[in-house]
């Protein structure tokens, strides 16, 4: 038997939805999941304690970008907005724009061109240790995007690596990696530097075939984002039975040790603002997050997973 770790959180995004289940004592969480937006921390903080996601992402051009404001990061402003929330780590999102690797071939996994890429990215996270410290920075595995070689677990590995940071471990945007490049998704994750997680994503995969664009539709989602998806994997959507399956099988990992613990796993459905807010639908909530709840908070694991 092996116990769970004594201070790991559940947060859920913040939306109106859950904010009235949980003032309503339906569904519970220990913390708020919140983007870095002023009047929404507010809003949060009257129910419960919030921590920021920060919209940093770094391009390979020895910067760290704030994506919202399309610029290079203000960190005074930063460290204002997040001086009274529970926000522990400046988290990094590694991003491949073709355009800033023109000599990376958008399909290449090379040899040359991966340390090419994580060589850049690293240059990038040190301006965030630089000021914070390696302990105080975590990169997040991203699902694939413009290049493949930001979809490969040696980018997190070799970062986290190199540079003493954390791991941010998201773990639908490991599975739709690992369905980009062909591979399992277990098999994806176990090179990925799971003895470094420090903060834990989840969320729900769905294929936007006609039937989920129709329900899209009923809750009033823009059309030209439905557009974008269409025929295509998108995660930050409701579980289904499958991403039960990996969940259960993540929380063997995590409970049983094999994994290091997280302070928080966060589950990134619904939210605040156009589209994720129309997303976050009151009965999903309802069956979803007590159901989450128990697995975070599950008091003891045997060797094959039964609580």
């Not at 921590?51 to 919202?68: F, Q, R």
């Not at 945007?173 to 062909?182: C, E």
């Not at 969320?203 to 039937?211: L, N, V, Y």
Request: charged share 20%.
């Amino acid at each position: 038997m092996a116990a769970k770790g004594p201070n790991v959180k559940l947060a859920v995004n913040y939306s109106v939805a859950l904010a009235e289940l949980i003032r309503e004592n339906i569904v519970d969480v220990d913390v708020f999941k919140c983007p870095l937006w002023p009047e929404t921390l507010t809003e949060a903080q009257s129910l419960r304690p919030v921590y920021a996601h920060l919209p940093l992402v770094i391009l390979g051009d020895g910067k760290v970008t704030n994506s919202e404001a399309r610029a290079e990061v203000d960190w005074d402003a930063l460290d204002a907005l997040v001086a009274h929330t529970e926000t522990r780590h400046i988290n990094l999102h590694p991003s491949a724009q073709p355009e800033l690797f023109p000599d990376i071939p958008k399909d290449s996994t090379a040899p040359q061109h991966v340390e090419q890429f994580i060589e850049a990215m690293i240059d990038c996270v040190h301006v965030a240790i630089a000021r914070y410290g390696a302990d105080n920075v975590l990169v997040e595995n991203v699902p694939w995007g413009g290049l493949d070689v930001v979809a490969l677990p040696d980018v997190s590995r070799v970062i986290v690596a190199e540079t003493g940071c954390g791991f941010l471990f998201d773990l639908s945007h490991a599975q739709l990696a690992a369905r980009h490049l062909g591979m399992d998704a277990k098999d994806y994750i176990a090179q990925l530097p799971m003895d470094h997680i420090q903060e834990m994503h989840v969320t729900g995969i769905h294929f936007i075939g006609e039937a989920v664009q129709a329900h899209m539709r009923e809750l009033n989602v823009p059309e030209s984002f439905i557009e974008r998806w269409a025929g295509r994997w998108l995660d930050h959507l409701s579980f289904t039975e499958d991403d039960w399956s990996i969940l259960e099988w993540a929380f063997e990992q995590l409970h049983g040790g094999t994994w290091a613990q997280p302070w928080v796993v966060s589950m990134e459905y619904g939210g605040v603002g156009p589209i994720w807010e129309d997303l976050a639908e009151r009965h999903i909530l309802m069956d979803q997050v007590p159901r989450l709840y128990h697995l975070v908070h599950a008091e003891t694991v045997s060797e094959d997973g039964t609580d």
